[in-house]
């Protein structure tokens, strides 16, 4: 199982690890913190453009649609989302730091963490993370 934007808190963190030991009778095994420098987030999010219609997303560098705009699936207008202009993901980041902050440390301290290079697309990234799962 993949979480991600959960847990948020350390609370939050306890709460699921009481869960899946009540649910698996063994703890989480694999933490894997993905981190990115701050303007290639702000860079990679307010390039996401999402179809108002049938929710396909894009991204105006990495994954352009066909016709500027336009969705390639359904022709629908693609929008850039409110949450994704710079100013507020840069406070959005402001935010994960000083509330996630406490939630890196409680997992830092744990086996099975690692902390991953979140650059490159996200086929790099996943191969950073695969030999963790081997």
Same mark, same amino acid.
């Given at each position: 199982v993949?979480?991600?934007g959960f847990p948020r808190t350390v609370v939050q963190a306890q709460g699921l690890d009481a869960l899946v030991v009540e649910r698996r009778g063994v703890g989480?095994?694999?933490i894997?913190?993905? @981190?990115?420098?701050d303007e290639?987030? @702000?860079?990679?999010? *307010?390039g996401r453009r999402?179809?108002?219609d049938c929710g396909a997303?894009?991204?105006?560098?990495y994954q352009p649609p066909r016709v500027d705009g336009r969705c390639d699936r359904c022709g629908g207008v693609l929008r850039q989302r409110k949450d994704d202009q710079p100013?507020?993901?840069r406070h959005r980041l402001t935010v994960y730091r000083t509330e996630t902050a406490p939630l890196? *440390?409680?997992y830092r301290s744990r086996p099975g963490y690692v902390e991953v290079d979140g650059s490159g697309d996200a086929a790099a990234v996943t191969n950073r993370i695969l030999p963790f799962l081997r």
């Amino acid at each position: 199982v993949v979480f991600d934007g959960f847990p948020r808190t350390v609370v939050q963190a306890q709460g699921l690890d009481a869960l899946v030991v009540e649910r698996r009778g063994v703890g989480i095994t694999h933490i894997f913190h993905i @981190v990115l420098d701050d303007e290639e987030i @702000v860079t990679r999010l *307010a390039g996401r453009r999402v179809c108002e219609d049938c929710g396909a997303i894009y991204h105006v560098q990495y994954q352009p649609p066909r016709v500027d705009g336009r969705c390639d699936r359904c022709g629908g207008v693609l929008r850039q989302r409110k949450d994704d202009q710079p100013e507020v993901i840069r406070h959005r980041l402001t935010v994960y730091r000083t509330e996630t902050a406490p939630l890196v *440390a409680y997992y830092r301290s744990r086996p099975g963490y690692v902390e991953v290079d979140g650059s490159g697309d996200a086929a790099a990234v996943t191969n950073r993370i695969l030999p963790f799962l081997r």
